[in-house]
Structures are given as structure tokens and as C-alpha cells.
């Protein structure tokens, strides 16, 4: 079956636009998690849904980020008036609930502000 | 400090030999412990996932998990140019407010040369 996919691929942006970040989880999973990896940062939780509803956006860094889920199933990640230090790739992972359950992850955005 | 830690290396051993790979960590309200692999330009991908001290066999692969030291590692045994990759280390809590989100060492980059 499918596994998480996550688009675009790459992305190119100017420094103070605002970019989309789209997530579409396995079928079926509930639980849906944004993670940032940069270099000398590793792999880092940005928020966590379950359904539509986002019960921990502790990882956040900061007001300009936010994420919505709609349908419980496509995620999208907003990154407004980017940053160089927002560079980075953005990982997806979804799983069938919390617990034991393993999170699958897709390929990523890679993202470039310059 | 990071509450999980693990040299980034780089790793360089010739095919055939053992690989260790470690991660220490603060938090005693981790209960699980992956490691995840990664090749260039894709998503981690789970390898091993354990639950309790000891430990977990699969293949080439032995995971191993000391909760009263904190620590866990990965061993691979005869290893192939294949296994070269960044190697992520992951662990989370029980459940409730850590809502299963994964806290990740820095990954180690693993190269097997032929």
C-alpha cells in the first residue's frame, strides 16, 4: 500500500515569502507528527495531531509556523515570512494511534530559504 | 544539554566488521527504543524497535536497551556496503501528555567500504 507522501519535494523560497507544506499519511492513521531535521539540530517534533486536532504544538518554534489537518487525513504545514534559519528538511510521520504503534515517516521536504 | 545523545561520528569500518552504535539519554519516561535508518534524501525507516532492558535480535541486527544505565545500542554484525546510511536512535514515553511524539539522538553516519 502507499506510505506517507509528502509534497513537494524541494522547495526554493525568498527570504520573507510563505511557503505550503503538504503531508498525506497512510490510510487509516489517526496520529499525524511534523519533525524539522537540520544539520548539527538532528531530528526535531514540531506538532502532534490526532484527527483534526492538534493536542501538542509544543515544537513550534515560533508564531510564524502552524499546521492543519482536515478530513483526519491531509496535513499542511505553513511557514510565514521564512527565515535563512528555517532551511531545513520537514518530515511527516503517521501511525494507527499512540502507544506501541510504529510512526512511519515520508521522504520530506526539503526546504530552502535564501 | 540534549536529553538523548549520540556521536554523530562519521563512521568509517570495511565490510564484514561489527558496527556499535550507542545513545545515552536523561529522561527515565522514555519506555520505548528504536532506531531508525536513513539513506540519503529519503525518510527514516524503522529498524528496530524494543520495549524493556535486554535484548532484541533481527538478522545482522541486535538492539540492545540498559534503562538503569541509560543507554541503548545497535550492533551489526557483518556489515555490507548497504548499511551505509545516517543511523537515528529514537525513544518516547508511555503515553498521556508525551502524546508518543519521538525524541531523536543526532544520528551517526555510518560509511562500509568494500
Known amino acids: 500500500g502507499a506510505g506517507v507522501s509528502q509534497s513537494p519535494s524541494n522547495k526554493v523560497t525568498e527570504k520573507g515569502k510563505d511557503v505550503e507544506l503538504r503531508c498525506d499519511p497512510i490510510?487509516?492513521?489517526?496520529?499525524l507528527y511534523w519533525y524539522r531535521q537540520s544539520l548539527g539540530q538532528g531530528l526535531e517534533f514540531l506538532i502532534y495531531f490526532q484527527g483534526n486536532s492538534a493536542p501538542d504544538k509544543s515544537g513550534l518554534p515560533s508564531d510564524r509556523f502552524s499546521a492543519e489537518r482536515t478530513g483526519g487525513s491531509v496535513s499542511t504545514l505553513t511557514i510565514q515570512r521564512t527565515q535563512q534559519e528555517d532551511s531545513a528538511v520537514y518530515l511527516c510521520?503517521?501511525?494507527?494511534?499512540?502507544?506501541?504503534?510504529?510512526?512511519?515517516f515520508g521522504a520530506g521536504t526539503r526546504l530552502s530559504v535564501l | 544539554q540534549k536529553e538523548v545523545e549520540q556521536d554523530p561520528g562519521p563512521l568509517s569500518v570495511p565490510e564484514g566488521a561489527i558496527v556499535s552504535l550507542n545513545c545515552t539519554y536523561s529522561n527515565s519516561a522514555f519506555q520505548y527504543f528504536m532506531w531508525y535508518r536513513q539513506y540519503s534524501r529519503k525518510g527514516p525507516e524503522l529498524l528496530m524497535y524494543t520495549y524493556s532492558s535486554g535484548n532484541k535480535e533481527d538478522g545482522r541486527f541486535t538492539a540492545q536497551v540498559d534503562k538503569s544505565s541509560k543507554y541503548i545500542s545497535l550492533f551489526i554484525r557483518d556489515s555490507q556496503p548497504s548499511d551505509s546510511a545516517t543511523y537515528l536512535c529514537?525513544?518516547?514515553?508511555?503515553?498521556?501528555?508525551?502524546?508518543?511524539?519521538?525524541?531523536f539522538g543526532q544520528g551517526t553516519i555510518l560509511t562500509v567500504h568494500p
Open positions: 510521520a503517521s501511525t494507527q494511534a499512540t502507544g506501541r504503534n510504529i510512526q512511519y
Open positions: 529514537a525513544m518516547k514515553g508511555a503515553g498521556g501528555t508525551s502524546y508518543g511524539k519521538l525524541t
Open positions: 490510510s487509516g492513521h489517526t496520529a
